[in-house]
Nanobody, 128 residues
Framework: QVLLVESGGGLVQAGDSLRLSCVIS????????MGWFRQAPGKGREFVAS????????DYADSVKGRFTISREDARNMVNLQMDSLTLEDTAVYFC?????????????????????WGRGTQVTVSS
């Protein structure tokens, strides 16, 4: 059984930074492309960022491009999301997701249904 656990969320002010982490257990991180999604109150789950198994290729939502950075540490079975210049619109529950991918160089999908394992989420609240 694959288990994903997110951490690092919290309450911050606009303009601040946060670093989210996600640890995977039950299967090696190396076989997964990884993604981060978020869900704000009353809205659907939204793609934020993804990274390939190789770590070389990344994809970002337009709304976070230039502010967020996804990275992976395979030796620690960990994926991170560095979030800078946070805005009120970034307030959401953030979810880590794992895609069992045969393509070593392809960034994770933007579609939630492509992922086979999900964490329970961590709350990020940005105040003015």
């Amino acid at each position: 059984q694959v288990l994903l656990v997110e951490s690092g969320g919290g309450l911050v002010q606009a303009g601040d930074s946060l670093r989210l982490s996600c640890v995977i257990s039950g299967r090696s991180l190396r076989v997964h492309a990884m993604g981060w999604f978020r869900q704000a109150p009353g809205k659907g789950r939204e793609f934020v960022a993804s990274i390939s198994r190789s770590g070389e290729n990344r994809d970002y939502a337009d709304s976070v491009k230039g502010r967020f950075t996804i990275s992976r540490e395979d030796a620690r079975n960990m994926v991170n999301l560095q979030m800078d210049s946070l805005t009120l619109e970034d307030t959401a529950v953030y979810f880590c997701a794992a895609e069992l991918s045969p393509d070593y160089y392809k960034a994770g999908s933007k579609l939630p249904e492509a992922y086979d394992s999900w964490g329970r989420g961590t709350q990020v609240t940005v105040s003015s």
